[in-house]
């Protein structure tokens, strides 16, 4: 039995679970802990003191619930900091029993020979594919015969600067960090099919301050990009335009918020006291969607455009899946159909036993993506080239580099 520990740090909330794997790969949820984030700001740490105490709420609630005593983590990553860039990796094969591990590791070495800039690092790098002597498209060229090897790989850097501030929120909690995993990628393990990801999807986590993209097409992550816009933003114009305190306008928005102002009735008003001394105000819910509709135009009209700056738009036959806390705003999925004219889904994350009752919601896709994220690095493949610090990376690629193998 293992267990595995994910921590998502969001802008909003903080999300600590725990997990046991059977043997079977079977996971059961055994540990959770939701916090309310403090000292977060578009997904980033901007007061690492507020931040760690947040994080050690979370973490508490999870040992509480869990009766273990957490030591490491992985951990979620966003940010507009973090950006993404494809690089091809050549080397020459030698032996005779084909291509060997060794080989990949290499050609993966290659690709990682990128330039990046000073005070940024790796955090990914994941095969997108293989040329094996010129035949393109090889998944697993493991034991191929051949005289050369090319992949090409996509690789996520993020900034220095803000991994640093992140470990010490986890590391001041004294709980190791085995992995920071990019938001939108642990967020596709928990809610996109296999055959979305063969067929081409983009999948969207709209949180609250970020939106994170994800590109997967052929069963690969092709591209990644962190938005800097989520449900925060949407809270803040109901603010200013229905003249709420930001507590009150987050209130109203969750409970009669609508993404489509065509979609409801223009006589249907409610109260609100925003001020505990003042006044009742009376809000009409259409004028609150003609508020809601444009800034979700906006970040569907991003998506499109980054979709489109990707070059992979045409390729996307599985659509768009939503999910983080805004999926959850009524009628997004039809304006999100609308505007970027493409099969849309919401997604949670499915298959959980355990303490699952809040965690199917698509605001809990990051977390849960987390485990399934760490329970795959326990697989005798994962863990081969566990030690170092290129071998901790590794583990990133390994993964998604034999699925058909996980259990060899
Ligand atoms: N029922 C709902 N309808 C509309 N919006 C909702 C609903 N429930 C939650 N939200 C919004 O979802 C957002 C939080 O989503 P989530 O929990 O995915 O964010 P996060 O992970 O903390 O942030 P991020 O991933 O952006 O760093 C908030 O803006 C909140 O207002
Ligand atoms: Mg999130």
Redesign the pocket.
Known sequence: MQTVVGI?V????ICTLVGEVDNQGGMKIVGVGIAE?QG?RK?VVNDVQKATEAVAASIQKAERTSGYKITRAHVSL?GHHVSSTNSMGVVAVSGDAGISHADIDRALDAARAVSIPHGREIIHIIPRGFTVDGQDGVRNPLGMHAFRLEVEAHIVTAALTALLNLSKCIEGVNVQVDEMVL?SIASAEAVLTDTEKEMGVILA??????T?LAVYIDGMVWHTKVIPV???H??HDLAIGLRLPFNTA?KV??ER?HARARDVESGATFDVQPYAEGGIVRISRHDMAQVIEPRMQEVFHLILTEAKRSGYDGLLSAGLVLC???A???GLRALAQDEMQMPVRVASPQNLSGLTDVLHS??FA?SVGLLRWGIQEHTPLKTRRSGGEWGRRLKNVLRLLLPDNREA
């Open positions: 998502d969001g802008t909003t909330k984030a977060m997904g966003a938001n986590d709209i949180g609250g301050g970020t994170d989520g449900g925060n949407v809270t987050e928005k969750i918020g983080g806390g805004t959850q705003l009524p698509p605001a990051t």
